[in-house]
């Protein structure tokens, strides 16, 4: 693969993984981001954004709890979108070859969060003679290098020379196994929303849950208007109970 | 006391709120190590505005310091108002001088508040707000519109905005009315009108994007086969999505939450089944 | 008619009206279930099922309060079901021929309730002597028998015979006779809808028939669909008005 | 005291109380006459229970036997709650032997609940339950789906397992328990809930099933004919069958309901509209 | 125009402006009504329906709080109405060319409410005399010669000529402007829903109006079949707020 | 003491307030001014009636008289339970004669009530009720139905029925009632469902008849042209018309309801929007 493009996907991964903005690298390190960015790149907006929102899917319930990561949808993505881009592979395809990344990105993180340990600790010093700055660079400067050193150099190889092994290992795919990786795409995203009910799935609430599903199954509602009508309801409820609460709907 | 006189009174200006949150904001979660989490993005955010809170007082800053490097973690967005009333709190101390609010008192707050309101945070920010920003993404990009790829930044928008209202709140409104708000019903309210929402849409989600059916069919003499999927529509439609998210789901319940072993067994299940074509992926 | 496909029929009609096991002959003597038998022993499953619905629902809605029987749905059942499928009679007009029976086995019934007195009062005899054996006998065995001969013959007669006698009016019948039946088939299945109102409509709650009609006429959705949707709903409101009550969601 | 513990000092076993079930729910209306109604199916299903209860004590068997062959009518589901909580009645009559539980407190019991619970039964288990299974097998049964003709087992299953749970948590709980249980509003809004999902699928069934329409069409000169029934579906779709049921409902509440009498005036109403072409049916 | 038609147009505008019956004219004033009448008289029932149905939407929503009109849709009717049908002009060009006359109407109503204070202080004077026929007279029968002179005289001028001048213009309208109107003509009735949701739509309840939109958005309802669900659920929620208040439901 | 023994205690007749009511009817807004607005309407409708009251004393009927041409304005359907009680109160006065009703509490009671009901009857009555009406007619009319034209009718009809009904209570259960009534939450409950149901059927027909669309579309070499209604419907079917409804209703609550300024602000908009093919009307 072309060499600049390595170091876009290594620079992506890096920006998505730094943690720099709360929250924003929900965006910046979204697998949809990444698609839309590489189908540019490559030509084919239109794929590179359907491999990533279907990658996005898989990880749509993932919370970082206590700042541990579960599972990592910035390294699925990075590595399987321009694979795919590159070598046509199929949709489903691709998302069977993003999964294993997604876990191997755990590990990196881990790193990432044993190296940090050493800054809170110069920071201590820092703070005992009330050097702010300092204190600012041990927060944000250091460990920022720290993590483009950990990002960037692995997934600048791996999609270097990711997709002539690729290809390779292609070509000997049986149909079978292609059909296997069709229901894995069909089924993983089942896991994002099943992960999503564990969290705030209450038994008195559930029959929402199922209220949307078959608004979709029976009433071919798209997923938007799915949304309008969840928000009407969530929103009498909410002021409903306002209003038994006698609280102010403000 | 209305809230511009409060304003008067206070040594922060909008701008000084604004820097801290800045800082916060960005640091959040990059310095977070397994030892202390967020402590030294607390410290962090917080640096600059102390020292103007103790301007003559070195001692007084340091301790400051000191005192927030300590374990602290909590959600970055609802959490910032513990930033607030913190600050609302060292401003007290410095004025004050006394011991009227000790050392101990500030960390009690703050350690007390951190857990709680992690739990609103998760359920509200991460568990609603980001996967249905994100769905709708998925959505958009899914049909093919370049736009999707930019929705995701509503998500850290909405951070931004409702966290450093938070902050600002917290500053200003101090301590009191924080646990008075945890205490009203409004926060359980919202949770639950917002897992409704969630809820909602995660079940038109799974409907339209966990695509599994069966290719069955059996096949008699002299009569059409049996298509398998069709009398599993009759039965309800998206029977086989639905026991897949449950599947999932119960999997999680009794096992626990292993993720990514789970992962890896939906994967062969979906290669086995596929390969013997008993489940199809559309 | 066949004398084993007679016979078949007075024992099934039997079984569906013995009475042993409660709720289970609602089962056994369903006309759907009559149907499917008769389906499979006619080779024509689908008109038997739909014959069998056909008429079900006209009854659909009966409840035996106080042991009193408004209807009989397992003669109506049993009678035009084999006749039907043995003529190849229109579904509707099978329904026209089924109502009468529908009517007559009351009277069945009601035999079989008076009978039932004797019983009871042997098996107080047998209380006296404690002799609980007997008491069984005339809470089971006995009835069963005289439930067998009351039910048995006149359905294996009349399907022996009814089918020939049923052909040759059907040569005579118009076709404005026909269309009438063609309405009453459409129409009958209200009577069995009107019943449930009469029992479970309080009118704080009669807009829910609506929505449940409605959803049907305007947005096409299937039976199926509208009891998921039904389900969620009746759960949201039980959940609610527990939690209103204070009680335990169990 | 643990239910466990309640368990152990009780004579009768789960095996009791299953055959004493079993007894129960294969007689219920085999022997109903109009005298007794379920007198005969009671007794007998307490018959041998009753004999390991008075082990020694004979007449004190004969008399609880005599006892339950009066009359007596339930709905056979919730109405094993009263079997269950006359057992341990029972139970505690043959242990105490003396007067503190009455011949009298015993038959009373029966009769107060009877009607109560008959109520209850009929309303939720023969009003709703049942109709809601026949409808989904009529429904699978008109799609050609050969299981429509099993689903209607799904009801004897159903009273099976709530019936032995009544009897079971009857005999364990006792009477004070069935008695609270039945003051609290749990059961109202059990009704309720259940009713509200009859009525919508009452309403969803009709919307179905009921398929009259008019064939009506007036023509005049020079344009297009118009066909009466476009006319009704623009002003309510399902308008002629919403009118049908009401029709009967009102029918019922107005002149009583005799059930085959209107029977017999549907089909004559059907003849004469079909006839003329006023009414069709689909 | 014929000058019978110009006639009855002068009359209909009277009848339908003379606030004869309480709401009445809401009725005899509508410009559906209008619609119907001269659709008959022109022959194009269907055409003349769809124009005052269209201009009825604009002026749906509007109330006459405190005796104020805010437009007058009588006359915006009963001006384009017939204009319309003789030049078979587009029905947005029609409802364009109404919108004017919506507000003229306003003057004419003026001008009978500052007449009426005549026949108040006349009625003070038959009051001390006990003359209630006379009261009568001042409170009917005079302000309604006035209002027929109001109304019948310029409807029956300008529809007498209007139509030749209109049908001049309308051949030197580019096709521009005709698009023009044709946006006004779907914007409108925007106007008269607005005016609504000012009078009745407090925040809490706001919910349901997005419900009703993306019934029929997303869901394809017709207005007919909105209608039906909105009174269910209206039911559903006065039934349970009276529960709630323990008022009787009657 | 039952509503028939009231009655009975009555001067006047049902037929007397058939009488009444219709000259209220007709004569509401026919006098209408700005001096007084309904003022002489409410002395014509009652003048009869107080006639039959005060029989032989004159000077008591023409003070009723010279009352009643004082200034009156309600909402003329709920209203007139006003003229019911005020009948009420006119015959206790002729009755007792002595001064145990005033003028002033007449009067009192007249001008006390009438901004309360206005308020009431212009929200289910004319912000209501009367929409709906229109609303279906519109429907119907649009297809072309010309039963369209007649359903306008209704809404007469119906101010008949509620207005005769409230003045005929207003008169038989008399002034405690009335504020009793008003004071429960009955009329609350009434205003809130009905002004949902106002609401959801406003969205509806919103959704119906609010046609604006963009006809904009942008080509680029090689590809398909992207077409903007397209994007717009992918995130939201109805942006246009929502953006219309609500752009028109935050207008109007900003700027003040001139109504047809912005009718002529709308028309020149559509006009620029139309030519230029920003905007369709469709
Ligand atoms: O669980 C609380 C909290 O823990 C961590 O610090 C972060 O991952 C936050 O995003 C999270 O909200
Ligand atoms: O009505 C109470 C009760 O009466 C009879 O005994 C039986 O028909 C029961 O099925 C019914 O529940
Ligand atoms: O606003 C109160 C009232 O004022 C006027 O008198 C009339 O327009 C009534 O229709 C209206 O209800």
Known sequence: MNILIAALCGFLYFIGTSRLGYGLTQATGSPIFYGMILGLVYGDLEKGLIIGATIQLIYIGIIFTGGNMPADQSLAGIIAIPIALQTGMDVEVAVGLAVPFGILGIFIDQLRRISNSYWISKAEKYAEVMDSKKIFHCAITYPTIVIFLLTFVPVFAITLFGADAVTTVMNFLPQGIIDGFGVAGGLLPALGFAIIIMVIGKRDIMPYFFIGFFLVAYLGVSTMGAAAFGFCVAAIILFNSMKQNGQEAG | ?282
Chains 1, 3, 5 share one sequence.
């Open chain 2, 1 to 282: 006391m209305s809230l511009e006189e409060v304003k008067e009174q206070r040594v922060l200006t909008d701008k000084d709120l604004k820097k801290t949150y800045a800082r916060w904001y960005l640091s959040v979660e990059v310095s977070n190590s397994y030892e202390r989490l967020q402590a030294l993005a607390f410290c962090n955010a917080l640096s600059e505005s102390l020292k103007k809170i103790y301007k003559d007082d070195e001692e007084g800053y340091k301790e400051a310091l000191m005192r927030h490097l300590q374990f602290y973690n909590s959600e970055g967005t609802f959490g910032a108002v513990i930033h607030g009333v913190v600050l609302s709190m060292e401003e007290e101390k410095a004025k004050s001088k006394d011991e009227s609010i000790s050392e101990e008192v500030i960390t009690g707050f703050k350690t007390g508040l951190m857990g709680p309101i992690a739990g609103i945070g998760d359920t509200l920010i991460w568990g609603t707000l980001k996967p249905i920003i994100l769905a709708l993404a998925s959505s958009l990009a899914l049909s093919g519109l370049f736009i999707g790829g930019l929705v995701p930044f509503l998500f850290p928008l909405a951070v931004i905005l409702i966290g450093y209202g938070m902050l600002k709140s917290g500053y200003l409104l101090g301590k009191e009315s924080v646990v008075k708000l945890m205490k009203s019903g409004l926060i359980n309210n919202l949770i639950n009108s917002a897992s409704i929402l969630g809820l909602f849409m995660m079940g038109a989600l799974s409907s339209t994007y966990v695509k599994i059916s069966t290719p069955l069919k059996f096949s008699f003499e002299n009569s059409e086969p049996i298509v398998i999927q069709d009398i599993l529509d009759q039965i309800l439609v998206g029977i086989l999505p639905i026991a897949a998210v449950f599947g999932i789901y119960f999997y999680f319940k009794l096992r626990g939450q292993y993720y990514n072993r789970l992962i890896m067994w939906l994967i062969v299940i979906s290669l086995v089944t596929g390969f013997f074509g008993i489940l199809q992926g559309s």
